[in-house]
Every structure is written in C-alpha cells, then in structure tokens.
C-alpha cells in the first residue's frame, strides 16, 4: 500500500516558471490538502477537497492552483513562480476533517527553490 | 486567531532519558488535538490523539495528556532512543464558521537524542 506519493521529491525553478507538484493516494480518502512548510514554521494550509470536484482555499492559497477531478489525484498548481514559493510542499489525505476524524496521511513533501 | 505554541523550539537529551515536550493553543471550538512525529526528510506521522473527554492517552514509550480547561497538552517520552530523534508536532483541529474542522499546526520541536 504506498498510501500518498508525491512527485517530484526536488525541483529548482526560475523566477516566472510555472510547474505542478503531482499527488496521488491509494487509500480512497476523500479529503486532500495541500500544505507548504517553511523552515521553523508550522505547516500552512494552501487548499483542501473534500471530494472530485470540490475544492477550497486555506490560511495561505495566493499563487496556487489545485483542481480534483479524481478522488485518487490531487495536483497543486504555480504560477509565475517568486523566490517566497520556495517551501517544502506537503500532500495529505484523510477519511474526515470532522470530529474526532481519522489521522492525517502525508506524503514525504517535494522541496522547491525558486531561484 | 487559532494559535498553537510549542515548547520547547529544540530539546537534547541522552539515550534513555525521559523528556516532556508541551503544547498550549486557542483553538476553539475544540475537536481534537494530535501529535505527530516528523523525520527528517519525511511527512508527518500520527503519534496519538485526544479528544474532549480524553486526559491521558499512551503508545507505547510515548504518553500524551490533555488539559481542556487551560487548553494545555503535553507529550511524554519514556526511556529515548536514538530513532526518537525527529520533530514532534501538536496539531489543534477547531470548526471553521463554515462547519468544516480545519487543523492548526504548531512549529513543533526538535528533539535530539545523543547516544
């Protein structure tokens, strides 16, 4: 069971580039998030489904895109990249976000620097 | 705001010794506090969770406890091995005033176990 994968693991990009981080989970969750984790920080919510076709922004969603036409992938958009994009981006998935809910499942993140 | 604070930032200890890592929020209203462990390199993974009701929770060599009434947690490490080094997440899930449980992050800490 690979649970989240996320590709690629490293990316470098120039300024203005544009690229999709790719995630895909195996688990059938229908919840699916995006965070970005800067050094010393918590992790920041950029957007979150709650199944296909529905998405919604989170605490920090300028400059991103995401879109869920499958329950399986869910794939976080950059446009004209900026050197603030540079982050460590985190996929998760999850049954719920209600209640005492199920755990969160993350993938192993894809570091990017935008030069 | 919901906030979560973590102490401390970083922790050393030695091969056996026990450690407490704290965690204060003001998330509300409350749903569920996790912890997480997070390797270097990796995603987050789900360590424990507690409810309302919940003031004492163990897995294995790792104890939470809850206080509701001051909003405090604190996670307990007994007799630390080396793999317990990594950071140790507090992650606060409040209800959004859409309905939806949205999670807080805290910065975590670093916890370093020297042999």
């Known amino acids: 069971n690979a649970g989240v994968t996320q590709t690629p693991k490293f990316r470098i990009l120039k300024i203005g580039q544009s690229m999709t981080l790719q995630c895909t989970q195996d688990m059938n969750h229908n919840y699916m998030y995006w965070y970005r984790q800067d050094p010393g920080m918590g992790l920041k919510l950029i957007y979150y489904s709650v199944g296909a076709g529905i998405t919604d922004k989170g605490e920090v969603p300028n400059g991103y895109n995401v879109s869920r036409s499958t329950t399986e992938d869910f794939p976080l958009r950059l446009e004209l990249a900026a050197p603030s994009q540079t982050s460590v981006y985190f996929c998760?998935?999850?049954?719920?976000?209600?209640?005492?809910?199920?755990?969160?499942?993350f993938g192993d993140g894809t570091r990017l620097s935008i030069l | 705001k919901n906030q979560v604070e973590q102490s401390p930032q970083s922790l050393i200890i030695l091969e056996g010794k026990n450690c407490t890592l704290q965690?204060?929020?003001?998330?509300?209203?409350?749903?569920?506090l996790r912890w997480y462990k997070q390797d270097t390199g990796r995603g987050p993974v789900s360590l424990t969770i507690?409810?309302?009701?919940?003031n004492t929770k163990s897995n294995g060599r790792y104890t939470a406890t809850l206080d509701a009434d001051t909003k405090q947690s604190s996670l307990h490490i007994t007799a630390s091995q080396l793999s317990d080094s990594a950071s140790y997440i507090c992650v606060v899930r409040g209800m959004t005033s859409g309905g939806s449980y949205i999670p807080t992050f805290g910065r975590g800490t670093s916890l370093i176990v020297h042999p």
């Open positions: 507690m409810t309302f009701s919940e």
């Open positions: 998760a998935s999850s049954y719920s976000m209600k209640g005492a809910g199920q755990p969160q499942h």
């Open positions: 965690c204060n929020y003001t998330v509300s209203p409350f749903s569920n």
